[in-house]
């Protein structure tokens, strides 16, 4: 067990990097299945409907950059389609009970994501260890989406004390 | 998971091995840390009733002490869980280890809802393994 939040090597940034694109895996396959399950309910409408879309599309997005990384980093992703099957195993479980479970659902995505991307580069500052990537290139793109994933906290909480 | 989580795990652990108060040489070895650190830390435990400390005996839970290591047991549980079952990793333990103080509980719930985790998690955690009873290695290649 080790204690402090530093990251430390090569292979631990790409673990990271890979649980970063399996997260966002996560979002796009639920965004999706969201989609899937509420479209008949009251109460979808289309900024909601263009919320999840937006969702599903940026964290394939994002995926594709923090992918982009792994590859430096020699090592791989867990390809959409096991992920979504995952998520699909476990959907009925965990799936929202209702419409508000769903938006909250979405909130908890975009939350969860900020706060991942956050860490992650509050322990690559704290790291003062060499990567064969450029430092800089990482922090940048960490950076970038986790100003996005910011910005989807803010998507969700407008449509949320609209419905209030 | 923060500092004072990971301590709060290790004592619940040590306590369920021992069958008893944790000493502080068995959290230092567990923790990786000298024990005059686990002193310090076991001294705020208890300051905020998390942990009581008889000398000599060791570090005990308190009752908020066990619901707070027990969430934490728990998602550590997650962690092993996702590095094994879905990235493959063959060394889970020894990564979730290096992995726990980065990941936070929120992210570790959502990895929750692409893995098979039992209801009566974290008691099937077995402290000797440093795993849960239940979890199966994985048996392909790494996603290294």
């Known amino acids: ?164 | 998971m923060n500092t004072a989580d990971q301590y709060l795990k290790a004592i619940y652990l040590v306590q369920r091995m021992e069958d008893g108060p944790a000493a502080t040489g068995a959290l230092a070895d567990m923790l990786d840390v000298s024990p005059a650190s686990v002193n310090e830390m076991v001294g705020k435990l208890q300051n905020r009733g998390l942990v009581d400390h008889e000398k000599y005996k060791g570090a005990t839970l308190t009752d908020d002490g066990i619901v707070r290591a027990e969430d934490a047991l728990q998602t550590y549980c997650i962690i092993e869980r996702f590095l094994a079952n879905v990235l493959e990793v063959e060394d889970y333990r020894g990564e979730a280890s290096a992995l726990e103080a980065v990941i936070d509980d929120t992210v570790a719930e959502r990895l929750d809802t692409i893995i098979d985790r039992r209801e009566e998690c974290p008691d099937c955690f077995d402290a000797e393994a440093d795993q849960c009873c239940y979890l199966e290695a994985p048996a392909g290649e790494s996603a290294d």
């Open chain 1, 1 to 164: 067990m080790s204690l402090g939040q530093r990251v430390a090597t090569d292979h631990q940034l790409a673990r990271l990097l890979q649980i970063g694109a399996v997260l966002e895996e996560v979002v796009e396959s639920r965004a999706y299945h969201h989609l899937d399950s509420f479209e008949d309910e009251e109460g979808v409408d289309d900024d909601v409907r263009h919320l999840l879309e937006h969702a599903a599309e940026e964290s394939a997005e994002h995926r594709s950059r923090l992918e982009a990384l792994i590859e430096e980093l020699d090592a791989e992703t867990v390809p959409y389609e096991e992920i979504n099957k995952l998520v699909e195993a476990q959907y009925a479980q965990t799936k929202p009970e209702d419409f508000d479970g769903l938006l909250y659902d979405q909130l908890c995505n975009e939350e969860t994501a900020y706060k991942f991307y956050d860490d992650l580069i509050e322990a690559i500052e704290a790291s003062e260890s060499e990567f064969s990537i450029d430092r800089e290139q990482v922090l940048d793109t960490l950076r970038q989406i986790r100003e996005e994933e910011a910005e989807g906290v803010e998507d969700v909480t407008e449509i949320m004390e609209r419905r209030a």
